[in-house]
Each structure stands twice: as structure tokens, then as C-alpha cells.
């Protein structure tokens, strides 16, 4: 979805004669809110589960 809205903004201004400060601004705020969008919702998910740690079937001990 973000590749799309990032090709109709480049026609867009293109269609507009933009200059290429213009350009990089929009684009800029678009890259803001792409970015920003995905760390609200990625704050969001619910976590992984936990690795459990293996248990070793004979103890390791190491007496020095």
C-alpha cells in the first residue's frame, strides 16, 4: 500500500511541475507518516512467546 500512495504523489506532482524541494518534502512526509504508522501499530502486537531454556539430562559441574 505504501509503494502505491508513493507512485500517485511522484505523478502527482509531476502533473504539477513540482519543484524537486517540493518533491523531497512531500516525499519526506509521506516516508514521516509510512514510518510513524508502523511503529503505533507495531506497538501493538502482542509479544512472542518465550524460548524455554533446554534441560540437560546429566548436570554439568565444573570443580576447579
Same mark, same amino acid.
Given at each position: 500500500?505504501? #509503494?502505491?500512495?508513493?507512485?500517485? /504523489?511522484? /505523478? ?7 519543484? #524537486?524541494? #517540493? ?14 504508522? /508502523? ?5 501493538? /502486537? ?19
Amino acid at each position: 500500500m505504501p #509503494i502505491v500512495v508513493v507512485v500517485g /504523489l511522484v /505523478l502527482l506532482l509531476n502533473d504539477l511541475n513540482a519543484d #524537486i524541494g #517540493i518533491a523531497v518534502a512531500a516525499l519526506g512526509a509521506v516516508a514521516v507518516a509510512s514510518g510513524a504508522a /508502523l511503529g503505533y501499530f507495531a506497538d501493538r /502486537l502482542p509479544e512472542f512467546p518465550r524460548a524455554r531454556r533446554a534441560h540437560r539430562l546429566v548436570p554439568h559441574r565444573v570443580d576447579r
